[in-house]
């Protein structure tokens, strides 16, 4: 147990320079998505032409998906769909997937490491408990951002706390499925650059594939959309009426505890390179 806290302790320290760069970031975003919420709404107030204010609802709802209903909270979780989030959330969990045995084997000290008294299991866990705990702090920062924001601009009806920890749950679910098809291609490979690169073309397809499925022409396609991890992702929904968290919640869990156990596996029966 004591070895497991030590490494995970290493490997946030390892990582302490981009989780809080991330952090930073995302608390700056959320608070961003407040003020612009405010300016939305303000001008939705003084809007008269009812074609500029359908033309400016319709944009939010090509956001927010069908879940939109204009509230402040709506509106500030329809940014919360920005690449400029997710993808930060894609950066952490997949260069925190790929650190756990490629990027070690590439460095040649894994070998240093297993040498010892440590069990591959509890050093694989410690990666994964590392990487949760990056998420939850990337999460609080999302939130703060969000409090912080609505004390300094004027939003009609600000969401409290209890309400922005679902999405943000939903948001760290999806992280923690990104981190874990990337840890299961890095448990596999020897060097970090092919883990690195399959997981962020397929996050990247991910998270074209449902606007894609959505384009004219494509009705033989929208079963790309399926396949999206982000499909599971709807913070609109979780901030309202919740309908689809628990369900999208629990299959973004499965797709990641199935990626580590799948890891665990391939880990602890593989040979491991001399030069590591």
Not at 112 to 126: K, N
Not at 154 to 166: K, T
Not at 174 to 201: C, E, H, K, N, Q
Request: charged fraction near 15%; aromatic fraction near 10%.
């Amino acid at each position: 147990m004591r070895t497991w806290v030590l490494l995970t302790w290493k490997n946030l320290r390892d990582a302490r320079a981009m989780l809080l760069l991330s952090a930073v970031a995302l608390f700056g975003l959320s608070w961003l998505s407040v003020y612009v919420t405010g300016r939305i709404e303000a001008r939705f107030a003084r809007t008269s032409d009812p074609r500029d204010l359908a033309r400016r609802q319709s944009f939010l709802r090509g956001m927010g998906g069908n879940s939109m209903d204009f509230s402040s909270a709506a509106i500030e979780m329809a940014w919360w769909n920005h690449p400029f989030i997710v993808l930060t959330i894609a950066a952490w969990s997949i260069t925190r997937g790929t650190a756990a045995v490629s990027a070690e084997i590439e460095r040649g000290t894994l070998d240093l490491i297993v040498s010892r008294p440590v069990p591959r299991w509890s050093y694989l866990l410690s990666h994964v408990s590392a990487a949760v705990l990056g998420l939850v702090l990337l999460m609080t920062g999302l939130v703060l951002g969000n409090l912080v924001g609505t004390q300094y601009n004027r939003v009609l009806s600000p969401p409290g706390v209890v309400d922005l920890i679902r999405p943000g749950w939903n948001l760290g679910c999806l992280g923690f499925a990104m981190f874990g098809y990337t840890i299961v291609l890095s448990a596999w490979d020897i060097a970090r650059w092919r883990p690195a690169l399959i997981a962020s073309v397929w996050t990247l397809a991910s998270l074209i594939a449902p606007f894609l499925a959505q384009a004219p022409g494509m009705e033989d396609w929208k079963w790309i959309e399926s396949l999206s991890v982000f499909k599971g992702y709807n913070p609109v929904d979780s901030i309202l009426e919740a309908e689809s968290l628990a369900y999208n919640t629990t299959i973004l869990c499965l797709v990641g505890l199935t990626g580590v156990v799948g890891a665990l596996i391939i880990f602890q029966r593989r040979d491991l390179p001399s030069s590591s």
